[in-house]
């Protein structure tokens, strides 16, 4: 009996085993999303005095490819992961609305559609296994070229890297000719001359070190894009409901600076954009105006494809 006692009380004395999540990120090392998922992970086992321990793999080295995370989530192929929201649309197309052409004008909106969306999005996460954590944006979307673009007809022909189909749609309708790629396809392309131009903003831009193959860099802003952490249902309720309470309090404490980050992000990159010789100017109010036309009519066709319950989400938050 004595021996037995001591025993439970050993166990009961005894730290819970500690989680350690696995984290598979597209972006290298020091981009800055890879940079906030390491402060996330850095704050997570703190808070949880090491009972949860997350292991960034950036650059893609698990072999997860973008549009790959939220299945790969939902399935806990990963206990974690970090996701481009409209790289998900083949599963979800609602993750998609913030790629809409032209649909969202400036940082600011999009802090303010992801307030307005973030409900519904925590709710898609949930239907596919997972807890949304926190979103991050990417700053504004530029076209980096090798030719200079001065209208609509100097941008014909030119072969551009695209990521979804609404930049496809947008680019094709301009008169370029448009290939999606995932960006671990995109400097090998450049450097094979399969592209001469890439939609992106200047964190890829600098990762890439587009200095090498590019000349001009252009703020077009035909979309944005989030990005968002989540983690697999099945790994977050192996948690105690302590440590649950305290992840959830990081991440809402983190996601402000996060989006700051960003924005102070693609003032430092633009820098180094210049200083390695790109030539970076705004596009005319005409040709945005004229790119603008021309994506209405995809952006009407997309919602009709989507159905009600996106119209009523961008009627709504357009009505607001």
Known sequence: ?????????????????????????????????????????????????????????????????????????????????????????????????????YFISSSEELAEFEDFFREELEAIMEANNQKLLYTMPWPQQQIWTKTEVTDLASLAGIKIRSYDRSSTEVFASAGMT???????????????????????????AVDGSFWEFLEYGYPTRQTWNLNAVTVNLDSWNALDEADQTAISEIADKLQPEFWQAA??????????????????????????????????????????????????????????
């Open 1 to 101: 009996m004595l021996y037995r006692s001591l025993m439970l009380a050993t166990l009961a004395a005894a730290p819970a085993a500690a989680e350690n999540w696995d984290l598979p990120l597209a972006w290298p090392a020091e981009n800055y999303i890879s940079v906030a998922a390491a402060t996330f992970a850095d704050d997570v086992k703190d808070a949880t005095d090491g009972r949860v321990e997350i292991a960034l793999h950036p650059g893609g080295a698990l072999g997860f490819k973008g549009p790959e995370m939220l299945g790969a989530v939902r399935d806990g192929l990963v206990p974690i992961g970090d996701m481009l929201l409209n790289q998900q649309v083949g599963d979800e197309p609602l993750l998609g609305l913030t790629s809409l052409p």
């Open 178 to 204: 448009p290939v999606q790629l995932p960006w671990g396809e995109v400097i090998p392309s450049l450097a094979a001359g399969a592209i001469d131009s890439v939609a992106t903003s200047s964190p890829s």
């Open 263 to 320: 924005q102070d992000e693609d003032a430092r990159n633009m820098d180094v954009l210049a200083e390695n010789g790109m030539t970076l100017a705004p596009i005319s109010d005409e040709l945005r105006a004229e790119l603008a036309d021309l994506a209405a009519p995809l952006r009407a066709a997309v919602l009709e494809e989507l159905g009600d319950e996106a119209t009523a989400i961008v009627d709504g938050f357009k009505g607001r």
